[in-house]
């Protein structure tokens, strides 16, 4: 009888061994994700190096506006959003214009959506971070996509 006592008791422990372990490491994934995207707030140059987009907290997402134009357009400091498909937007300064909005961690990359001025048209964006330096944009339209490269503001 103590044979099969001692068998009994072992075998709870095991499993309570087993239940400590699991529950740790369960802790442990949810402090740790394991795909979080990475942090991508900062002030940024776009790949034509034609403006610096200022990306940062909107309500519960992340946004990013152009702060400043490295390449005035026709219109300078003053260029309104002409190309804009909504013509109530048309009159708006694209200097301050949100053209990256919506930004939410999913799966390893920031998702939104990202405005193009110079088309006026807003397609599905991700957003990833490369290095401390360099972002990746990527716009699409269904499965066609396009991606830049910005780098950050030195």
């Known amino acids: 009888m ?21 529950v740790a490491v369960a802790a442990g994934l949810a402090l740790y994700p394991l795909s979080a995207a990475e942090p991508i707030t900062g002030r940024w140059v776009t790949a034509e190096k034609d403006a610096v987009v200022a990306i940062g907290k909107c309500g519960k997402a992340l946004c990013g506006s152009i702060e400043k134009f490295l390449i005035l357009p026709k219109g300078g400091n003053d260029q309104r959003d002409i190309n804009n498909s909504d013509p109530a937007k048309r009159q708006r300064k694209l200097l301050g214009t949100a053209i990256l909005t919506g930004l939410a961690p999913e799966e390893g990359v920031w998702r939104g959506q ?22 990746e944009v990527k716009g699409c339209v269904g499965p066609f996509c396009q991606t830049q490269v910005w780098k950050r503001v030195g």
């Open 114 to 135: 990202v405005y193009d001025p110079k088309t006026g048209k807003t397609y599905t964006s991700e957003v990833r971070r490369k290095d401390a330096k360099t972002l």
């Open 2 to 22: 103590r044979h099969v006592m001692k068998g009994i008791t072992t075998m709870a422990s095991r499993r309570v061994g087993v239940r400590s372990a699991l």
